[in-house]
Structure formats: C-alpha cells, structure tokens
C-alpha cells in the first residue's frame, strides 16, 4: 500500500504563482512516476505533469512553459511550481503515486483546490 498526502494549493490571481507538494510514504519501493492530474467542475481528471524516479517528465500542452514538476527521491516528495496562472488553470489538484509517465496508479491524495481568479 502507498500513502500520498497533498500539500499547497489556495486563491491566487491570474499571473500568480503556486506551489504545491506531495509526499508518498508506505510500500515506496514500487514507486517509478509521480505526479498531478487535475479535475475541474463538470469535467474529467486530466494530467497535469509527471515525473520518474530518474527524472523524465511528461506535461499536458496546456502547462507547457508555466509549470514545473521536480522531484526529490531521498524524500519521496514530488513539487509542483505553477506560474503564471490562469482562471482555467481552476481545479482540484490530486496527487498519484505509482503510475506510469502517461497514466496513473490507483494510488491518490485527497485532492487540493486551486482556484485562479481573474
């Protein structure tokens, strides 16, 4: 079993900067990727960015530019830095543990809220 605890996350205003974090604690020893998926009102989870224990990323179009992932293994702490955001960027964060680059384990936080205001 994996345990991932979400960290970070409020209000911001459009151009703002956040910064959230996720630690993942349990059977770690199973962990390659880590990374956020988000999931706004009305609409399905998506991928936000994802990294491997080696340090390969994946973004979606959408953060390219704006958001960076990084990760710290000794921790087992992933971080998303979220600048120059945008009302659309509004979501409940969720953190995952365990997946691949592209796709996620079954192994979530309890989610954080972003909200973005304009």
């Known amino acids: 079993q994996v345990q991932v605890v979400e960290s970070g996350g409020g209000l911001v205003q459009a151009g703002g900067s956040l910064r959230l974090s996720c630690t993942a604690s349990?059977?770690?020893?199973?962990?390659?990727?880590m990374g956020w998926y988000r999931q706004a009102p009305g609409k399905q989870r998506e991928l936000v960015a994802t990294?491997?224990?080696?340090?390969?990323?994946n973004y979606a179009d959408s953060v390219k530019g704006r958001f960076t992932i990084s990760r710290d293994n000794a921790k087992n702490t992933v971080y998303l830095q979220m600048n120059s955001l945008k009302p659309e960027d509004t979501a409940v964060y969720y953190c995952?543990?365990?997946?691949?680059?592209?796709?996620?384990?079954?192994?979530w936080g309890q989610g954080t809220q972003v909200t973005v205001s304009s």
């Open positions: 990294i491997t224990r080696a340090g390969s990323t």
């Open positions: 349990g059977s770690i020893f199973s962990i390659n990727a």
């Open positions: 995952n543990a365990g997946g691949q680059l592209w796709a996620p384990s079954d192994y």
